[in-house]
């Protein structure tokens, strides 16, 4: 009996052009780059220019992610937009991606698990490809956090930049084992007693205003490599694979010591790990749709490849996914 799964046909990703470097930053905060480089081993982030939208980016790495997939926009009837930084309160960002790519069937929603959002993203998108209501989609994680940011806080300003990825999933029906190309599992968590821990300070029904990003660093940093390394092994679990059977490690690029961290723990060689946050920064819901359109580019991953992704965040929010190249 065939199983209906979800295959990645192509990615692509958005960076804006302007850099902001580690030296630029020690210019507006008491920071260095040497402390920015030792504690999260970033070592500059791109800015999107003053009217440049999260949509704006969604849709160029949406339509890189359609000419690498080599299919046309009109074959999309889903697109899930994971964003915490939408371009207005509503509509979803994700209708001006579909209006902007002239798509005017199926559906688009805008999803938001902050750091985890491209992989509870690529959850929702894979439970309704498999139920039978979609046929093809666009997984597009997309922020503009340089709006939110609190640039006097020398803490938080530092850690992030902006950017888009994207990639095309296409239901299909395969033999149902674990050679099978597409998502074999999407394992998500959330404990919500951890809110104040990472959050905005502003929103629609709260303050009307749209706040600025706060973080108890330290306390993200504490439970970020046990929870990630718990859904991870939740994944190999479910799927019967174990780290060996792993090719790339594709995770959230929130900082360096968190990713080797966890990759330690996992037991999986750093020769497998695919790093971005030395040049793009945290991109919260980006971050894995871009590490993952460069190693593809470079061709690092190569077709049939068992990619793991996980990530974690606000809320907090975690999960890991693993997926056939
Ligand atoms: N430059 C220089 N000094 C700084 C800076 C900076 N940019 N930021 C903080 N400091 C100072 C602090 O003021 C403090 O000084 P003090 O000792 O005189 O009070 C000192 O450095 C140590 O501060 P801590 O916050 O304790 O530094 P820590 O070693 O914990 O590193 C960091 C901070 C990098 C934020 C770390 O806690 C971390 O990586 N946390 C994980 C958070 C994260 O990655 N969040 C991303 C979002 S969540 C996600 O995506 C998973």
Redesign the pocket.
Known sequence: MTVRRSVMLGCGSYLPSRILTNAD?ART????DE??VQ??GIHERHIAAPGETTSHMAVHAARAALSHARVDAQSIDLIVLATSTPDNTFPASAVSVQADLGITHGAAFDLQA??SGFVFALAAADGLLRSGAFSRALVIGAETFSRILDWTD???????GDGAGAVVLDAQELAGTRKDRGILTVRLRSDGRHKSK?YVDGGPSSTGTVGHLR?E??E??RH?VAMITDVVEEAFKATGTTVADVDWFIP?Q??K??IDGSAHKLGIAPGKIVTTVDRHG?T?SA?IPLALADAVADRRIKRDDLLLFE????GFTWGAALVRW
């Open positions: 930053l905060v008491d920071t260095s402390w920015i504690r999260t902050v750091c020398r803490g938080t300003c530092v850690l992030f990472l973080m660093g330290r993200v940093f970020a959230h929130a900082n010591r968190i945290n919260s971050s990530a974690m965040g606000g």
